[in-house]
T-cell receptor, first 115, second 115 residues
Framework: AQSVTQLGSHVSVSEGALVLLRCNYS??????LFWYVQYPNQGLQLLLK??????LVKGINGFEAEFKKSETSFHLTKPSAHMSDAAEYFC?????????????FGTGTRLKVLA | GAGVSQSPSNKVTEKGKDVELRCDPI?????LYWYRQSLGQGLEFLIY????????KSGLPSDRFSAERTGGSVSTLTIQRTQQEDSAVYLC?????????????FGPGTRLLVL
């Protein structure tokens, strides 16, 4: 069964500092992997996704993530945090289960950016 | 074009009452998902509709929860005899065809409070 673990429910960084949000997954087959962002009182918005092409995936707003099969990880990074990056971030995995592509989400990481 | 819309945006009800939550997916999207987001939790999968296939109801927490999708478009999630633990944000998402690696587009959610 697939699962997603996000280490750290809350992460604080200073403005301009590196952002690193961790995601590990378990899947019996090569998965599809996603990062979504949720701003206050809004739905989720796709940041980026891995679909078995390049292992380094670039997304919107300067975010990127690297798929590392050996570590079963898909950590999200951004070189320099901006105040507008404060939000909740969700990692998700999707695989075919009996003909259905079900998405499993992590519990989320709330990012706080300090001035 | 228009995104996924949900109504109402907020719903306050008394314990024991029934509620109906509505989702309008993106036009032409055949796949539709319902999730529940409780405070401090990730997204919990509830139900998945794909075209005219039988829905995947494996995530519904009890028989008080049901959902339908009429004409392959609008979906309604019904919670009967609401309980306080049903208080959460209910998110709807749609995607083009329900195949692997697709982006899900989320609505803003319905915030349900059961008193």
């Amino acid at each position: 069964a697939q699962s997603v673990t996000q280490l750290g429910s809350h992460v604080s960084v200073s403005e301009g500092a590196l952002v690193l949000l961790r995601c590990n997954y378990s899947s019996s087959v090569p998965p599809y992997l996603f990062w979504y962002v949720q701003y206050p009182n809004q739905g989720l918005q796709l940041l980026l996704k891995y679909t078995s092409a390049a292992t380094l995936v670039k997304g919107i707003n300067g975010f990127e993530a690297e798929f590392k099969k050996s570590e079963t990880s898909f950590h999200l990074t951004k070189p320099s945090a901006h105040m507008s990056d404060a939000a909740e971030y969700f990692c998700a995995v999707s695989e075919n289960t009996s003909g259905t592509y079900k998405y499993i989400f992590g519990t989320g990481t709330r990012l706080k950016v300090l001035a | 074009g228009a995104g996924v819309s949900q109504s109402p945006s907020n719903k306050v009800t008394e314990k024991g009452k029934d509620v109906e939550l509505r989702c309008d997916p993106i036009s032409g999207h055949t796949a539709l998902y319902w999730y529940r987001q409780s405070l401090g939790q990730g997204l919990e999968f509830l139900i998945y509709f794909q075209g005219n296939s039988a829905p995947d109801k494996s995530g519904l927490p009890s028989d008080r929860f049901s959902a339908e999708r009429t004409g392959g478009s609008v979906s309604t999630l019904t919670i009967q005899r609401t309980q306080q633990e049903d208080s959460a944000v209910y998110l709807c998402a749609s995607s083009s065809n329900g195949v692997g690696g697709e982006t899900q587009y989320f609505g803003p959610g319905t915030r349900l409070l059961v008193l």
